[in-house]
Each structure stands twice: as C-alpha cells, then as structure tokens.
C-alpha cells in the first residue's frame, strides 16, 4: 500500500490498514475511533470545540429567520479562523421551505463569500435545488470545492454536476438499496465521492461496505480513495 506522508497535523499518515482512517464526511455527533470528518455546526448556536474533532460552521437554510442581524456573519468570519474549523456549512437551498429562494440565494452568497475568502470548502444542502446551485456555480466562477451532503438526485443530475465539479456525500438512504441512488453512485468519479452518516446513528462502515459491493471494489479500496480525497481537500 502506498505511504502518504505530511507535516500537515490535519492529514494522517498511511502504512497499514490498521491505520487507515475511516472518512465520515458530515455528522452531527463526535465521531470517534478511526473515523474522522467534519461535526456539523450551527453559527448561531455557542462554539464548544472537542479535542480531535473537525467542524464545518454555516447557517442552514433552516435557521435564515433565526439570523437577524448580521452578528452572524462576524461571528462565522472569527470561527474560520479556528484550526478545527475546515469548511463552512452546511448551507444552501431547500425549495421545501417557505422561506424565498431570492433570501436564500441572498444568504448562501454571503456564506460563499467567506468561504472565498477564507479558502474553504463548502458543505451543501440541497433539497429540490440542484438546478439552483449549478447556475450559483457558474456565475460565480468558484474554485472551492462544493460537496453536496445527503445526496440523493438522478444519475442525469449527477452527470452534470459531476462535470462542474462538485463533490457528492452519499449517507443512509444508499442502504435503502434504491435504484435511482445506486444509478447516481455509479456516476460518481471516484475522487469526487465521500460519506456519512448526518444525524443518523448508523455505523459508517456499513455505508462503505454497501456502496463497495454496487461498485464492484473492496471496501478496503474505497476507504482508500475517500480518505485521500479528504486529505487532499482539507
């Protein structure tokens, strides 16, 4: 097995599989063992960090009517600042909502601009939205990557987004064992793929062990390649 080496204390050094790290890419609860990922944060919610643990912090579409003012926004712009902190999110569009989309739109951007400006990635929710971040995208010209969490669109939807660049988190609805998710999997480049469990008690690996079966590869191997393209974002 190849050996991955950095100075970089976020990243983990690989020589046996004992070792290897499993990827939970979003979560709600510290993970713990040989997982690692990012712990959802809420912005309006008091900063609390757990030694080892990695977070994004982003304002969900969710909470937008929770954000009054702008203090918000100061205090995410402090927090990206914090070495635990390595991506912002989860934010974006649920067309599910009766907040506009216009507001969200509007909220999403300002959570995209610091993101910008502080180099770090993005951690999507998209409900019903997928037409609306492709086009948010492409006029923004954004480098960062764009990892949609929980996702669940068509193998068509995923072709394209695939092509802009967006990476894709796949979480417990793949252990339904639905067609279309399955259909979406198989479209997926393998360096544009994580996992996780989000506010689901399941155990990770047994994401990775169904998903290895639909692919056709050992979990061992997938392991593999998310962890590297966890260490090669964050």
Known sequence: MQKLETQNPKLVTLNTTRNLKLVNLHTHFPLTGQQIGLV?????????????????????????????DDKW?????????????????????????????????????????????????????????????????????????WILHGYQANAETTKQLAQMGFYFSLGTALLNDRQKLNQSLAEIPPSQLFFETDESTENIESIYIFAAGQLKTTAEKLRYQVLENYQRIF
């Open 73 to 145: 926004l100061d205090t995410l712009e402090s927090l990206l600042a914090h070495p635990q902190v390595l991506a912002v999110g989860e934010c974006g569009i649920d067309r599910t909502l009766e907040t506009p989309v216009e507001k969200q739109i509007h909220f999403f951007r300002r959570q995209l601009e610091l993101a910008e400006k502080h180099a770090r990635p993005l951690i999507l929710h998209a409900v019903r939205s997928y037409s609306d971040l492709l086009q948010l995208k492409k006029q923004s010209a954004s480098k960062l990557p």
């Open 40 to 68: 959802n944060h809420n912005v309006l919610l008091p900063f609390q960090p757990q030694a080892e643990q990695f977070y994004s912090v982003g304002l969900h579409p969710w909470d937008l009517d929770q954000a009054t």
